[in-house]
């Protein structure tokens, strides 16, 4: 199987300060277009349509864009593969939304790329006519499409991070996470060199594992405005404090402020430790041929001080550029996009799928174990932060949270810190 991670799309974009100076000016774009005529233009428009994609992940939506010409001889889509890099593809991108352009009709944009789009008033609201069906979806995925209560994509794949635990070593999931993290003092998982292992590096892998402990613990980063820090709150401060704690009492491997997902990867797969929190791609990795805890793995929703934690939301969402001249072709097709079919083949080429029902079919679970834990992950997870000031909240979240775990400074300094850096970030 492919991997299900978004390793390919969690570098942050560089040309995100641009977008910033851009955001809440909706009324003109500052280039060659204005998006408040734009978005009452060509709402019933139809023809011919183009895709825009990262060609990491173009593989999975060719046999889509293939059955949907099939059917539409005049509303034929062509796909038009972006960079590789995240930061290659966001520039591309930008610089034609800057201009007014309508070079892509459909865009598919890392979630968390998703409201600052929507803040320059760069895709069309997924309303009235243009409305999708979003009941049968995940429900964060739809959260991760929307911004200020206005939906502005159709979510199209997601994931989420998982529990791995060697069953040689643990007999069942911990419940919470005072049993994993008791559980590390067993003779049993001490046979093995490190209980926890997961993405500590100072990237945004960080920004992912910070998040997860904040919300978990019942936190948040920002405030449903995407601009006011949450981050000092008693919830937001205990989920960072059980991270740092976890880190430095040697819980979580000392290790793992040196590991992204790959790291992690090899580190469980090479049987090195009881535990990991990674995506769901290390499944097939673990379960090959050569790997040293073959047949001897179990999957989980990760954990928060009561039961199930809340997983941080990765994945595309398929927005409609402003500028569209064909509106009515694009919405049908992201719709076509998350009918049951297309789902189904998302999860056979391991890109989890946003269609609730695809996850309780017995066949899949037959030939892929861990989809009811990665259904139960996504049904807690919760998206980083959705605000369009999202690159500079990602650096307070990482700089921060590293200073702390390397005990540089206190949680309450970090917080603190990090809530400072939000705030300026909005300014």
């Known amino acids: ?54 060609k990491t992940d173009t593989d999975k939506l060719q046999p889509v864009i293939a059955k949907w010409n099939a059917t539409h001889p005049n509303e034929q889509v062509s796909l038009k593969e972006l960079p590789g890099e995240a930061d290659d593809q966001r520039n591309k991108l930008e610089q034609s939304l800057q201009a007014g352009n309508a070079d892509y009709d459909v865009m ?25 069906d979003t009941a049968p979806l995940l429900p964060a995925t739809v959260d991760s499409a929307t911004y200020r209560g206005t939906l502005y994509a159709a979510p199209q794949n997601t994931n989420a991070q998982l529990l791995y635990y060697r069953t040689d070593l643990v007999p069942q999931a911990p419940a919470d996470w005072k049993a994993l993290t008791d559980s590390c003092a067993t003779e049993q998982v001490k046979t093995v060199p490190d209980c926890v292992v997961t993405q500590l590096k100072q990237y945004e892998g960080l920004t992912v594992a910070t998040t997860q402990f904040i919300n978990s613990w019942g936190g948040a980063v920002v405030g449903a405005d995407g601009k006011t820090p949450e981050v000092t709150s008693p919830e937001a401060k205990a989920g960072v404090q059980a991270m740092v704690d976890a ?10 402020t040196g590991f992204t997902e790959e790291e992690t990867n090899l580190a469980f797969v090479g049987g090195e430790s009881a535990y990991a929190y990674n995506w769901p791609y290390m499944w097939d990795n673990a379960e090959k041929t050569g790997s040293k805890v073959q047949g001897k ?14 997983s941080t939301l990765g994945g595309y969402n398929n927005g409609i550029n402003v500028f569209s001249k064909n509106k009515a072709t694009a919405r049908d097709f992201i719709a076509f996009v998350q009918n049951e079919e297309n789902q189904m083949s998302f999860a056979d080429a391991s890109f989890p799928p946003v269609l609730k029902s695809v996850y309780d079919d017995a066949a899949l679970i037959a030939k892929y174990p861990y989809l009811p834990a990665l259904k139960s992950a996504l049904e807690n997870a ?42 300026n970030a909005a300014k």
Do not use: H
């Open 108 to 132: 598919a944009l890392d979630v968390v790329w998703t409201a600052g789009f929507a803040a320059n008033g760069w895709l069309q609201p997924l309303e009235g006519g243009l409305a999708i």
């Open 297 to 310: 793995v179990g999957v989980a929703a990760i954990v928060g001080p009561n039961g199930p934690g809340a």
């Open 382 to 423: 919760q998206p980083r932060p959705v605000t369009p000031y999202y690159t500079a909240i990602s650096k307070a979240v990482q700089d921060n949270a590293s200073a702390a775990l390397n005990g540089k400074v206190t949680v309450d300094q970090a917080t603190s810190d990090m809530a400072a850096a939000i705030t």
């Open 247 to 256: 880190y430095q009492s040697g819980v979580i491997a000392k290790r793992s």
């Open 1 to 54: 199987m492919r991997s299900f991670t978004t390793r390919s799309r969690v570098a942050v974009a560089a040309s995100a300060v641009a977008l910033l100076a851009l955001a809440g000016c909706s009324s003109d774009n500052g280039g060659g277009g204005n998006t408040a005529d734009a978005v009452k233009q060509n709402l019933d428009g139809r023809g011919a349509i183009s895709f825009a994609m990262g």
